[in-house]
């Protein structure tokens, strides 16, 4: 996790005369981290499942120096006027700010944990698209988790760092979300996908061919209701799961579904298929990139995209709108399909690098003029988790 590589070395000297400014002395500690896309395995993580994310080139970036005392003040790029301290001592409530709730969500589960913390001044940058489904949140929860257990001695792996971040975002900011975003964002490697058992947390490196693009692109449809519905979809999955006496549905089959379909209501029947049959595409997924079968991967990740559409129910017209004008514009090139948590959010599209230039123009031809919504393209490098270092 400590990294004193080139990549990590090249600290934006804006950034650091930024802090500098603010706090009227240098960083000592940068701490980076990433958000996310997933290639496939879409709500399988709260279900003990099987997820395929990787890391994007998009990052949060922390920098800090320590402090005498117990506090903590903290500054963010993005929010100018927004300063945001408080206490590790004591009881620590929501503040004012949504942005720092997640830094105070993440001291209260390592004190929770045990841990003695120390002050420091902080100042936040993050170029992670937000309200877009990748996973801002968990890039800033990871990111500020691995420099306080590097500041504080804390000596905690990247795995104990994720799931402190996600028991933050379940337990300080109410969002229910399984462990795939904090996770990838720890642990993600350049070049690769990450296979994730959500059971045991074990993972499995999958290297993504050069040639293979990994597109993302955002509709920037506003994801309203997404906190609500996710939170939904997972009381669904464990009626399921309930009905059929497991405790997960990771333990489950198609066969023990079937043997219980009279006992639930059509809608959650549908939740249970989606999770059950995405976790054998997420296997299959896995084992075609490595075998760059990428005609079988494609196949596999539009069936999981119908599956979110039909059974699942997480898209919205604007992503089924772009995941169509991808494929048509592919005619089976590549794949495009909702990515994330859905409600909105973004679609991930993977294809020859040679078709990239098809799938922009594709996408600016039609995407506003069918949905008047503007969206962003990225062409992304699977990138590296959670890196930290002393400057
Ligand atoms: C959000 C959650 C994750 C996961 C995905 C859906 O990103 O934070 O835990 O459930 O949705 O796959």
Redesign the pocket.
Known sequence: MLDNTSQTNQVDEAFLQAFTHIFAQEAKTLSVSPGRV?VI??????NDGF?LPAALQFTTQILCSPRADNIINACSVQYPGDNESFSIDGDIKPGEFAWGNYLRGVVVELKKAGHTLCGMDVLITSNVPQGS?L?SS?ALEVAFGGLLNHCCNLGLNEQQIALIGQAAENNFID?Q?????QLISAKAQNNHAILIDCKDLSTRAVHIPENLALMVINSNYPRKLADSE?NQRREACELAASTMGVNKLREANMDMLLDVKSKLDDTTFRRAKHIISENERVLAAADALANNKLNELYSIMAEAHLSLKDDFEITVPATNGLVDICNTALDGRGVARQT???FGGAIVCLCDLNDVDTVVKAVNDQYEAKFSLKADIYVCEASQGLRVLDL
């Not at 395995?41 to 709260?46: A, L, N, P």
């Not at 979300?177 to 975003?181: A, N, V």
């Open positions: 997933n395995g879409e709500h399988t993580d709260y997820v489904g996973s968990a969002c979300c399984g462990i795939m975003d996710y994330g948590g859905g």
